[in-house]
């Protein structure tokens, strides 16, 4: 496996193409974190008004057991757990331990129009590896990370 690249639809720089254990190569087109919550009702409402999310719960009406929230090409799937406690890891390790990392345009826009409204657990900050990432934390405790490569 070759290095990672920061932008561009391939992570490695390894061609696909010389990978002869298929056929025709599959390609991948996108992953999406499936949470477990036990109110999936109010985490779709929390994702709807604090991030501008829009949520397809299952069934159409409460209670929801699962649902999935989308906003552009960002997909966060929600399965109901009964007296589901999420385990607090981010003190486990000194840069935290994420939910899931969200790549995106606008950052800094976005970060100052919900920082008022949301659980902050890092401001945004420019990363040495030239990102600029802020964290929230939802209110089932997921650490979101959101990010822009900016010049």
Known sequence: MGPVTI?????????????????????FSQI?????????GATIRWYETELGFTSHPFPK????????????????MFQRIDDYQKPDLYRLRSGGVWDAYIRMEGVKDFYEAIKARVEIKLP???????DWEFEVKDPNGYILVFSELLD
């Open 61 to 76: 009406k409460p209670p929801y057991v699962f649902a999935i929230v989308c906003r552009d090409t960002v997909e966060i």
């Open 7 to 27: 932008a561009g639809d391939n992570c490695f720089k390894k061609s696909r193409s010389h990978d002869r254990r298929f056929r025709v190569m599959p390609k």
């Open 32 to 40: 999406a974190p499936t949470f477990p919550v036990v109110d999936v």
């Open 124 to 130: 945004l900050r420019k990363q040495p590896y030239g």
